[in-house]
């Protein structure tokens, strides 16, 4: 069960960590094209190729996570890829962090030692070959009702002439792009159960391209939430939707269970809540500590930044491999909070 953390940390540390790699590194280049002297500026540029083959690293790892423990544990964990991000950029890019950042950084520590210790090996259980399609009849029936009530709020703004986003959407748009994200994870698993199981191995790459298009269309939903919302309301809900989902999907679809120990389920619940928790605080920071006492917001005056609009960069720029941690976490620079 440690191994199988260990990597999930480890996958989503290089996918968080190669988007910044990559973000720092696109500011000298043009914007991405198959033209071959672009392609040929992007590969010779050592900040984005790093970043890229970590980020391509990162993702092959999660498979490996994958492949060795339940969704219901390696979703939640994936969900402190903030976390570490947000530690890289205080140490290597400089970037200051406040108290909330500390106190989510170390509530998502204590609920990936909580999943840990709580979690337990697992046979696979049985599962039929059409647990596919009813997977994407349920996602489709809450697409269906979440677009639905996009599309009531947008009448009434309209009807209303408002030019603003309503908090109603940006949520809307947060948790489709989550909930996508997490079924990301729970079909990838599942190619893995079923080569368990004896089916044939042709239904892993079918699971991991539907693996992909899930990342590609939830990278869709939340890059335009966060081009015409507030990021830490789409942010936020995107992570909780992508552990939710991950979580509840991988116990009714893949058969995972709770620990039989009630010690253990107590520690196991316990450590999902503490990330959760942990992962809105770092995405919400910046207005959290508005509200803390004068003397708690102090920050560490060694690390003099350049603080401009992007002070905590956060990439949500596609990627061309499963991105089953969320890196719908990340805060693009081009979408910081309106005010």
Known sequence: MWESIFLTLAATAGNNIGKILQKKGTVILPPLSL???????????????????????????MLRALSLAPVSVIQPVSGCGLAILSIFSHFYLKEIMNAVDWMGITLAGIGTIGVGAGGEEQKASAISIFHLPWLAIVVAILFVLLNGWLRIYRRQRNQQELMEYEVVE????????GILFGMASVISKMGFVFLEQG?????????????????????????????HGRAIVVS???????????VLAGMLALGERLPS?????????LGWVFIIVGVILLVSSTRLVRYLPRPLRHVDKNFNVRKSGSARVR???????????????LMPTSSKEKA
Not at 261 to 269: E, K
């Open 170 to 177: 940006e949520i809307i748009y947060g948790l489709e792009s």
């Open 315 to 329: 990439d949500s720029s596609p990627s061309t491999v499963i991105q089953a941690s969320t890196l719908h976490h």
């Open 236 to 246: 936020t809900c995107a992570a909780v939707a992508s552990i939710v989902t991950g």
């Open 35 to 61: 033209k071959l002297k672009v392609i040929r500026a992007y590969a010779l540029n050592k900040a984005w190729l790093m970043g890229f083959l970590m980020d391509i690293f990162g993702a092959l790892l």
């Open 261 to 269: 120990a009630p010690t253990a389920r107590l520690t196991l619940m």
């Open 199 to 227: 089916f044939h191995s042709i239904l892993v790459p079918i699971c991991l391209i539907i693996s992909i298009c899930c990342s590609g269309t939830g990278f869709y939903y939340q890059t335009w939430g966060l081009k």
